[in-house]
């Protein structure tokens, strides 16, 4: 049975140099080490042989084993070089051929939804003032009214970079640096941008969105000022018929504060599954500076006021396409951003 071993090993050596092609080589693998190659089935008879003759069979029979398996992989690899090679001389593959073209791209539907707003703005008269992402705690919060502990901390988890310096939950403190590079100039500025939040992301909640912010400050800025600035907006955003309702609302860096909600685009205020029933939908939060923000950035609060807002960017953009997951801006799914 030795010489049987040898004999095989020889054979498979020999067809294994004369193979030409990775079928042929393929073929080869199945008949000598495949599940009933000749090898394979050569190894299982060892039970046949008397007792003393097995150590020595086995031993033999791992051997050419082994040895079969390392030529056939050195044989595979030489094949596909050789492969390549002809590949290669007939022309196939040209390496100096330029890519495939990627084809002209478009504007992501988050930046087509900012521009509108800005635009809108603009013929309002504010400017665009971009302010970074990265803040300080104190620009963050405690400019903002918010001093360490302060309770409504809780409602702005954000990503710390270290103690004291994080990704803004909000674009409110470019306020702060708007107001103290502007000061004493009047100001008319929206802060468009994106936020950070620390928390789960679902169809309706993402941990990182668009905000744009806006703050006017000047003298006998009112109320009336901020409704009708809300009630333009919507109605050059969403259509000329558009109804505006103002509710009392608390942040820490307005008083008095207020949402804004526009009567629902879809049922016109009837009530339907988008606006809850309700009638109405959000569209911003806002309210009078707070006084001790107008002196944070070097306003007196006696011979000035302001108002500010803050408006989402994916929610208007939800709105105006039915789009039901806001995961899908950030997706980079291509069937989803080719639509718009
Ligand atoms: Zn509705």
Redesign the pocket.
């Known amino acids: 049975m030795l010489n049987q071993l040898t004999q095989l090993e020889q054979e498979a050596l020999e067809a294994l140099v004369a193979i030409k092609s990775s079928q042929e080589l393929a073929e080869w693998n199945r008949r000598y080490l495949g599940k009933k190659g000749a090898l394979t089935l050569l190894l299982r008879s060892v039970g046949t042989l008397p007792k003393e003759e097995r150590p020595a069979f086995g031993q033999a029979a791992n051997r050419a084993k082994n040895e079969l398996e390392a030529a056939y992989k050195e044989r595979a690899q030489e094949l596909r070089r050789i492969e390549l090679e002809r590949e290669m001389a007939r022309g196939a593959l040209d390496v100096t051929l330029p890519g495939r073209p990627g084809g002209p791209g478009h504007l992501h539907i988050t930046t087509q939804t900012l521009r509108q707003i800005i635009s809108i703005f603009a013929e309002m008269g504010f400017q665009v003032y971009e302010s970074r992402d990265v803040e300080s705690d104190e620009m963050n919060f405690g400019l903002l009214n918010m001093p360490p502990h302060h309770p409504a901390r809780d409602m702005w988890d954000t990503f710390w970079l270290d103690d004291n310096t994080l990704l803004r939950t909000h674009t409110s403190p470019g306020q702060i640096r708007v107001m103290r590079e502007r000061y004493p100039e009047p100001i008319r500025v929206i802060l468009p941008g994106k936020c950070y939040r620390y928390e789960q992301v679902t169809a309706r909640s993402e941990h990182q969105f668009y905000q744009v912010e806006g703050l006017a400050v000047g003298h006998a800025i009112t109320m009336t000022d901020l409704i009708g600035t809300l009630t333009e907006f919507a109605r050059r955003l969403y259509g000329p018929q558009r109804h505006i309702r103002i509710r009392g609302s608390y942040f820490p860096f307005t008083e008095p504060s207020v949402e804004a909600d526009m009567d629902?685009?879809?049922?016109?205020?009837?009530?339907?599954?988008?606006?809850k029933?309700?009638?109405w939908?959000e569209v911003a939060g806002a309210g009078m500076v707070h006084p001790v923000v107008l002196q944070n950035g070097g306003y007196d609060p006696a011979e000035w006021s302001g108002f500010a807002f803050g408006l989402g960017v994916e929610r208007p953009a939800m709105l105006k396409y039915s789009i039901d997951d806001i995961r899908l801006f950030y997706g980079n799914d291509l069937r989803f951003l080719r639509q718009f």
């Open positions: 629902c685009i879809l049922c016109g205020g009837e009530g339907c599954r988008v606006c029933y309700s009638g939908l």
